[in-house]
């Protein structure tokens, strides 16, 4: 069962505080991460506060593929398509993940390293 609750990003959909939106349709928004970790770093988020990928139901998967769609719209826009760029998306401890509302991050304009960090 889809897992969902509040957070940082909760407050930017509400408009309680700025963010730098770039892109926003009826289920997603994208806004610049405020510690960026490339020349660009965009934040693709669903307005339903899925807690993460792993707590997406079946439910949500026409919005998972929905928000891919905005990921690879969000590089066009942001001029990193033809030179390539990473999509990610941390889960949990391990992974990464510090706000619980899932979110893909967008990240180009540099080569990146692989294995990540
Ligand atoms: P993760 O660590 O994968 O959960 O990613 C969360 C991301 O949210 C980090 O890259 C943070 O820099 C970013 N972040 C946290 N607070 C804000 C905020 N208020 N505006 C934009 N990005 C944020």
Redesign the pocket.
Known sequence: MADRNDT?FGM?LRGE?P?DIVYEDELAIA?R???PQADVHV?VIPRDPVKSLAHAGPGDRALLGHLLGVCTAVAEQEGIAGSGYRVVT?IGGDG????DHL?F?VLGGRRMGWPPG
């Open positions: 940082i930017i505080i963010a806004f991460d405020i510690a934040l941390n990464g993940q510090s706000v979110h991050h």
